[in-house]
């Protein structure tokens, strides 16, 4: 079966760096997204990695290892306004979003 | 209006209740999308559309009805539904279905079935 595992919850503190970490089994890889979504709200979309390595924007990285089946989102500088849930998705071979249950990010001042 | 809307935003139903949730996309994209979200789980992707055509259908029971009148519209259209469909209800467009475009969301309906 597809599968995407990530944490549930995590908490971290204001100005620190945080790693969310994401591992799947898919049938086919058609990319791998980020996206976060603050309660009540839509999901917006954060980044897109299909090749090994790491994509830099702002804050915010994502890493990705196709060899692994992992990936991580890396939030730099943490601001209050990051607290969220962040959402993995693996895109398949039917070019259908497989997605993991989100983690819940916590920033403590 | 830009990207996805949603409307109504929240709403409240009886089990004998129909209602219908309206979707609308601003981008231009050729595929829509109903998703499901509960707490703590993964979405649920419930239908599909492309160039107004359905696509898929996630053997989603049949008191979900979806509609779609053109590429920038889509409707799900509710009848007898059960307090386990309380939910939020996402809509997404991209520009293709065949392809890795990123989906853009709607801010969901939330439902609540009594």
């Known amino acids: 079966g597809q599968n995407i595992d990530q944490p549930t919850e995590m908490t971290a503190t204001e100005g620190a760096i945080v790693q969310i970490n994401c591992t799947y089994q898919t049938s086919g890889f058609n990319g791998l997204f980020w996206y976060q979504q603050h309660a009540g709200e839509a999901p917006t979309f954060l980044s897109y990695n299909v090749l090994d390595g790491l994509e830099e924007k702002g804050r915010f990285s994502s890493f990705l290892s196709r060899s692994k089946g992992y990936s991580y989102l890396l939030l730099k500088e943490l601001q209050m306004k990051d607290s969220a849930s962040y959402l993995c998705a693996v895109m398949d071979s039917n070019y259908q979003l497989i997605w993991g249950a989100g983690t819940k990010l916590i920033i403590k001042p | 209006e830009t990207g996805v809307t949603q409307t109504p935003r929240h709403l409240v139903m009886g089990m004998t209740n129909k209602k219908s949730l309206k979707c609308e996309q601003h981008l231009g994209h050729n595929a829509m999308y109903w998703y499901k979200q509960s707490a703590k789980k993964p979405l649920e992707l419930m239908f599909v559309y492309n160039f107004k055509e359905q696509t898929e259908n996630n053997s989603v029971p049949s008191r979900f009805s979806p509609e779609c009148p053109n590429s920038s519209h889509l409707f799900l259209h509710l009848h007898t539904l059960q307090p386990e469909d309380s939910a939020l209800y996402l809509c997404?467009?991209?520009?293709?279905?065949?392809?890795?475009?990123?989906?853009?969301f709607g801010p969901g309906t939330r439902l609540t079935v009594l």
């Open positions: 997404a467009s991209s520009q293709n279905r065949e392809g890795p475009d990123t989906q853009y």
